[in-house]
């Protein structure tokens, strides 16, 4: 934007008149999410960031939003960020793993941090950083786009009792998880967040994981699956938003500054979102679906996923440097930051859990 004055000059005396700003620049950007519209919390960040990003900048920014239901590429968001068709997306970093094994810290990883460890290890040590420098290969930025907190650890129609009933289990999981379970004899694969319920419905899978209670029992899992189990895999997943390069470096450095600041804004909400539907979903979950039968691994299989979670970790890293640096960075962080959250809310929540019994 260049501003513009003119000298007017009337008898001896010339005076620099300031005219306005030019009119704000307009841009119209289109951004696709992986979910469909009607899948809050996860496809509450986008939706929001464009009504923010609307109103600061009085309109000449806008945003428009297609869900799964309209763009049917669930699973395609980065390729179509990358090549402009559109500007921006929502989706989740561990969904591009094929592509590159090392964006699935950013979302979350099986034994990783929790979602306050993973946001200051963003925002405060260089996971930010990194993540940038992984996405740069794509031509595209990544932020943080919300994030779930603790994951439930899935829907199984039988219940596991040892490592034996793993084996040749159809599930779907997508991540790292995913190819801990492989190695523990699962029939692993990723199906988009649509089709789930169908998949498991037909029998094409015998279990599944997605989220946590606010957004699993509206899906319906239960009907079929009532194994519910707790977490270990996704301990903090985090949503992504997507942005074409080319198209973000261009933008005035006032809306730059309005995006970045309504995607940390609205990636802050989904956590309260998601934990406020979770939280809601647990406290009637016993009263109105008294057939699902919450569980915990059994310890022998905890073990062996722990197992196969370091070998897993430890052979990526042998053979790839940037994986390498990215599982360092976060094992180094985690190393300290878990120390303090045990001090902080496990500390907290223990001592005040035994004096209210
Ligand atoms: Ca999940």
Not at 21 to 44: H, N
Not at 49 to 72: P, Q, R, Y
Not at 96 to 114: A, C, E, L
Not at 154 to 164: A, C, T, V, Y
């Amino acid at each position: 934007m260049k501003r513009i004055g003119k000298i007017a000059c009337a008898l001896a005396a010339c005076v620099l008149i300031a005219s306005p700003a030019l009119a704000a620049e307009k841009v119209r950007w289109k951004l696709a999410m992986t979910w469909p519209s009607t899948l809050t919390p996860l496809a509450s960040p986008a939706p929001k960031l464009a009504k923010i990003v609307s109103e600061m900048t009085d309109g000449n920014f806008e945003i428009k939003v297609d869900g799964a239901e309209k763009h049917k590429a669930a699973l395609e968001i980065l390729d179509m960020v990358k090549g402009g068709q559109f500007e921006m997306g929502h989706s989740a970093s561990y969904y591009w793993k094929g592509k590159d094994i090392t964006t699935v810290f950013f979302t979350s990883v099986p034994f990783g941090m929790t979602s306050d460890e993973q946001n200051a290890w963003l925002w405060y040590d260089d996971g930010q950083k990194l993540q940038e420098k992984v996405y740069s290969k794509f031509n595209v930025y990544s932020f943080p786009g919300g994030n779930t907190g603790v994951q439930m650890g899935g829907w199984f129609r039988k219940e596991i009792k040892s490592l034996d009933d793993l084996k040749g289990l159809k599930m779907r999981i997508p991540g790292l998880a995913g190819e801990v379970f492989a190695k523990l004899g699962v029939n692993v694969t990723n199906i988009a967040p649509g089709e789930m319920y169908t998949s498991l419905d037909r029998g094409t899978i015998d279990a599944l994981e997605w989220v946590g209670p606010g957004m699993d029992i509206k899906m319906g899992f239960h009907k079929i699956a009532p194994y519910y189990y707790t977490g270990w895999h996704e301990p903090a997943s985090d949503m992504q938003f997507l942005i074409n390069k080319e198209a973000f470096d261009k933008l005035p450095k006032s809306y730059q500054t309005v995006l970045k600041t309504a995607m940390q804004a609205v990636a802050a909400d989904m956590l309260s979102e998601n934990f406020d539907a979770s939280a809601k979903a647990w406290e009637v979950m016993k009263s109105e679906h008294p057939n699902i039968k919450v569980m915990t691994f059994p310890p022998e299989v905890l073990k062996a996923m722990k197992k196969a979670n370091d070998e897993v970790m430890e052979a990526y890293a042998a053979q790839n440097p940037e994986f390498k640096e990215v599982y360092d960075s976060q094992q180094k962080y985690m190393k300290k930051a878990r120390e303090w959250s045990k001090m902080s809310t496990q500390y907290y929540l223990e001592t005040t859990e035994a004096i209210a019994k």
